[in-house]
């Protein structure tokens, strides 16, 4: 398993995550951003924001989870 928070996945706090894969990390972050979404929480509502930007730019936001991808391989097991 490995622990990356909301903040490294382009979120607003510190709550961490938990996973084996990326996918299965980036699938927890997207669930808690919903249920802050929700719950119109500011800072994520704007980190959503730009993630939305992100996501008009095909390109970048695939730069963007492949460096993520990167970085969570590159993490040490806990
Ligand atoms: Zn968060």
Do not use: V, Y
């Not at 996945?9 to 997207?30: P, T, V, Y």
């Amino acid at each position: 398993m490995k622990t990356m928070t909301c903040k490294q996945l382009g979120g607003a706090c510190d709550k961490e995550f938990r996973a084996s894969s990326f996918e299965e990390i980036a699938e927890m972050s997207k669930q808690h951003g919903m249920e802050m979404f929700q719950i119109k929480d500011e800072p994520h509502l704007k980190a959503m924001d730009k993630m939305g930007e992100l996501m008009q730019k095909p390109e970048e936001m695939k730069a963007w989870f492949e460096n993520k991808k990167k970085e969570f391989d590159d993490l040490p097991e806990d």
